[in-house]
Nanobody
Framework: QVQLVESGGGLVQPGNSLSLSCAGS????????MGWFRQAPGKEREFVAA????????RIANSVKGRFTISRDNAKNGVVLRMNSLKPEDTAVYYC???????????????????WGQGTQVTVSS
């Protein structure tokens, strides 16, 4: 089973950029999916982005589409979330997650991921 460790969070001003990295240990396969979710205080955990190992296809939440991208990091057996044009409403704890054999409609579903990182705080504020 994959274990996940996030890094790269911090305090950033609105309009700036930040990259989050997720390093995975353990076995991955063509059926692996890795994604990012976030959770703001008092809110439910929400989907941000995911990428499928089989074909590198991605899915991005509408709330961040055009600003965030997700990509595989083969060197770390994980994923990178690149966040541009950050807004205060992007402030949250960001979690990396991994699952197996997710179809496209499953990608935003929290319960379909069986491995989670510890989370990293992103604060967007001037």
């Amino acid at each position: 089973q994959v274990q996940l460790v996030e890094s790269g969070g911090g305090l950033v001003q609105p309009g700036n950029s930040l990259s989050l990295s997720c390093a995975g240990s353990g076995r991955t396969s063509s059926s692996t999916v890795m994604g990012w979710f976030r959770q703001a205080p008092g809110k439910e955990r929400e989907f941000v982005a995911a990428v499928r190992w089989s074909d590198r296809s991605t899915r991005i939440a509408n709330s961040v589409k055009g600003r965030f991208t997700i990509s595989r990091d083969n060197a770390k057996n994980g994923v990178v979330l690149r966040m541009n044009s950050l807004k205060p409403e992007d402030t949250a704890v960001y979690y990396c997650a991994a699952g197996q054999r997710l179809i496209y409609s499953d990608l935003p579903v929290v319960g379909r991921y069986d491995t989670w990182g510890q989370g990293t705080q992103v604060t967007v504020s001037s």
